[in-house]
């Protein structure tokens, strides 16, 4: 098990740049492919971006290509996900996870991440 603690959301015009962290805990984070992923009112969990275990590989949603980029500092422990050409629709509660096992066909669906986060909220305007 890993305890993930997400932070750096709030509000921000459209068009700006937020960053969001995310700290965990433990001795093997290394071992975990982390994800990011979002959820607006009434909306479904969706993935927003994942890195693998050693930042090789970065996978993105297309709603998000272009525009946000995914990194971890395995020393650190943390995964940060950092957002820039905002847009109202972008809004939501971003959540940080980690996986064990996620392979490059599940890396962006919530199947294969059984650690979460609590949540951090962002919020665009118009």
């Known amino acids: 098990q890993v305890q993930l603690v997400e932070s750096g959301g709030g509000l921000v015009q459209a068009g700006g740049s937020l960053r969001l962290s995310c700290a965990a805990s433990g001795r093997t984070f290394s071992s975990y492919v982390m994800g990011w992923f979002r959820q607006a009112p009434g909306k479904e969990r969706e993935a927003v971006a994942a890195i693998s275990r050693g930042s090789g590989n970065t996978y993105y949603a297309d709603s998000v290509k272009g525009r946000f980029i995914i990194s971890r500092d395995n020393a650190k422990n943390t995964v940060i996900l950092q957002m820039n050409s905002l847009k109202p629709e972008d809004t939501a509660v971003y959540y940080c996870?980690?996986?064990?096992?996620?392979?490059?066909?599940?890396?962006?669906?919530?199947?294969?991440?059984?650690?979460w986060g609590q949540g951090t909220q962002v919020t665009v305007s118009s």
């Open positions: 996870a980690a996986s064990l096992w996620a392979g490059s066909k599940v890396v962006l669906t919530t199947t294969p991440y059984d650690n």
